[in-house]
Structures are given as C-alpha cells and as structure tokens.
C-alpha cells in the first residue's frame, strides 16, 4: 500500500532553515509527481510545492518562492523540501502527497513551527 512518511519538521527562529523529507513507499515512485502542503490552524490546506516525477519542472506557491526548494532523489524514494528565510507565517504541518491511480494519498504530517 502506498504510505509517505514526513519528517524534518521542529522549532526554529525566523530567519532560520529546516530540511523537510518525505520518503514513499508502495508505489514506482520515479513515475509520479509529487507534492509539499501545509495546514496553518484554522486554515485551509494550501500547496507549497510540486515536483515532476523526473525532477525536471517544479513550481511553488507564491509565498515562498526564492525561500523553499522541493528536489527529488529517485532512488531512495525521498522529496524533501529544503525552506529558509523561514518567517513566522510559516508555521504549520507539512505533509507530502502523492495522487496516485486517481486517490490522494497523504503522510502523516510534520509540525514546522517558526518563533522566537
């Protein structure tokens, strides 16, 4: 069964980094994009960040272009989101996802939490 499991996430000061990975299972990873979301409270879940299955094309939200990479390592079956300049507003879970055969399937999360 296809299962993603996120970790990386902690408790940093703006201005700081976190290194966020992902790693699937389940599924030929190398054949499908992947995706980075996150969940502030009391907000929806919004996208952060995509990644084709190759690695050739990504995209981002406009709120943390410039700050956040995605990159992909197919053969350790592993997305990781590498985020700096973290601000405040940055703070939420972060999951990985994957669509696969038309379902969404989510990891578990992991808490990102931006403060002084």
């Known amino acids: 069964q296809v299962q993603l499991v996120e970790s990386g996430g902690g408790l940093v000061q703006p201005g700081g980094s976190l290194r966020l990975s992902c790693v699937a299972s389940g599924f030929t990873f190398s054949s499908y994009a992947m995706s980075w979301y996150r969940q502030a409270p009391g907000k929806e879940r919004e ?28 053969a350790k079956n592993t997305v990781n989101l ?7 507003e940055d703070t939420a879970v972060y999951y990985c996802k994957v669509r696969h055969f038309g379902r969404h399937y989510w990891g578990q999360g992991t808490q990102v939490t931006v403060s002084s």
């Open 47 to 74: 996208l952060v960040a995509e990644i084709t299955s190759a690695g050739s094309t990504t995209n981002y939200a406009d709120s943390v272009k410039g700050r956040f990479t995605i990159s992909r390592d197919n």
């Open 82 to 88: 590498q985020m700096n300049s973290l601000k405040p």
